[in-house]
């Protein structure tokens, strides 16, 4: 093994690891990429090096010049691979979190000195883009990156994610994600069509519980400005909605062949497995599906080990994807 | 047969205050005509004047979105539950993966 100079070599190079034992299809091979396995412990952490790298490419962020300040909506993941990121480079973050995140997410920004806005639980993830935008707005010295509009997010799944998917596993046949800002989709959909347009992409969504029903009007909605660039539309060959409990009940089901995983890895994995299901008899298929992180942020839901229904209620109530 | 359209708060005042309304049709296009037949409150809301989807709602035919099946023509048969959200990040208001 070799020695990293810094901990931000550590990101990417992920291991992939069979995990057909729950395969409804035994024609179906399904690979999960172990993206819990980057330091500042999701998939996020590949963005979150993007982002940063670019503005600094850009002069928007200048390396080594004191009091930087930079401000990003997160529901998590994001904001803990920046806080990561801007702790390392000496920058200063700030992430707009929604108030009902996981108490474990809330301590990983602290442990590496994010500052912490609230935004309203009940307003979502959509809620932290707004008040963000806002606060971005009213102080333009600060540097807002804004992962649901920045290429660098796309790009950074296009230049590793996917190269590295398709060098461990060429044989893809299928693509399962979560849809968030949908640069994960869109930077591993755009590569893997390019050198397979076979690949079928599929997008995995949470359901809007009571979240949605904040919204005024429609145009309150959004849809991610990466995804309308991508010709995110065009990409994607599914688009499907895993509920809160079978996304408990994969998490567990992973358990069982030893992986711990965060609970929208779960959901992913329920994805998967309906893809799977699909599939007809007879016709060989290699899904490959993303862990974006793994359990240690969700035992304080108790996912793994209490009564399943209270879970849910509990899962309803919080941001887990 | 009628299938049962679940609608999102914001759209329900337009709809007499029905979480869910009861509509005909064979397909996606025919239920959402319809139902902007009996409710033209939801005109313009969630089919754009050239009858086409429009852009801030998602269509879901037992959760899987319409616009990657067959969009206003995919098939509806009995018993399948349609839903229609305004579009959000991270799919779905509560949760984004950010």
Redesign the interface.
């Known amino acids: 093994m070799p020695v990293y100079d810094s901990v931000l070599d550590l990101i990417g190079n992920t291991p992939m690891v069979d995990a057909s034992a729950l395969s409804p299809n035994p024609d179906v091979r399904i690979l999960v990429k172990l993206e819990g396995r980057n330091p500042g412990g999701s998939v996020k952490d590949r963005i979150a090096i993007s982002l940063v790298e670019a503005a600094e490419r850009d002069g928007l962020l200048v390396a080594g010049k004191p009091d930087q300040v930079l401000i990003e909506p997160s529901s998590g993941n994001t904001g803990i691979g920046l806080a990561m990121v801007c702790r390392l480079k000496g920058y200063h973050l700030k992430v707009v979190l929604p108030s009902n995140v996981s108490i474990e997410r809330r301590q990983l920004l602290e442990v590496w000195g994010a500052e912490i806005i609230e935004s309203p639980g009940s307003e979502g993830s959509n809620g932290a883009v707004r008040l963000c935008r806002a606060l971005a707005a009213e102080n333009p010295e600060w540097v807002f990156l804004y992962q649901y509009a920045n290429m660098a997010n796309p790009q950074a799944h296009y230049e590793h994610t996917g190269p590295e998917i398709w060098a461990d596993c060429p044989e893809i046949t299928h693509f399962v994600a979560g849809l968030g800002t949908s640069g994960t989709l869109m930077g591993v959909g755009r590569f893997l069509k390019e050198q397979n347009p076979d690949v079928q992409l599929w997008a995995i969504e949470p359901p809007s519980g009571e979240m949605v029903d904040g919204l005024r009007n429609l145009e309150d909605g959004y849809i991610p400005p990466i995804f309308i660039e991508c010709h995110g539309e065009e990409l994607l060959d599914r688009k499907t909605v895993v509920r809160p409990k079978e996304s408990i009940e994969w998490t567990r089901r992973l358990a069982d062949i030893g992986l711990f995983v965060g609970i929208s890895s779960g959901a992913i994995m329920a994805g998967a497995v309906r893809c799977a299901e699909q599939i007809p008899p007879g016709e060989k298929a290699t899904i490959v599906t993303i862990e974006c992180d793994d359990g240690w942020k969700y035992l304080s839901t108790g996912a793994w080990t209490e009564d399943i229904d209270e879970v849910v209620e509990r899962a309803k109530r919080i941001i887990y994807f | 047969m009628p299938v049962d359209v679940r609608l ?4 329900r005042s337009q709809a007499g205050g029905q979480a869910s309304v009861p509509v005909d049709g064979n397909t996606i296009g025919d239920v959402l005509r319809t139902l902007v037949g009996e409710h033209p409150g939801l005109k313009g ?1 969630v089919l754009t004047n050239d009858g086409a989807l ?4 998602n269509v ?1 035919v037992n ?3 319409v ?2 099946l067959q969009s206003l023509d995919t098939p509806v048969k009995d018993g399948d539950e349609i839903s229609i ?14």
């Open positions: 999102p708060t914001v759209l809301q429009h852009k801030f709602v879901y959760d899987d979105d616009r990657y959200l305004p579009a959000v990040a991270g799919g779905m208001g509560a949760t984004a993966e950010g």
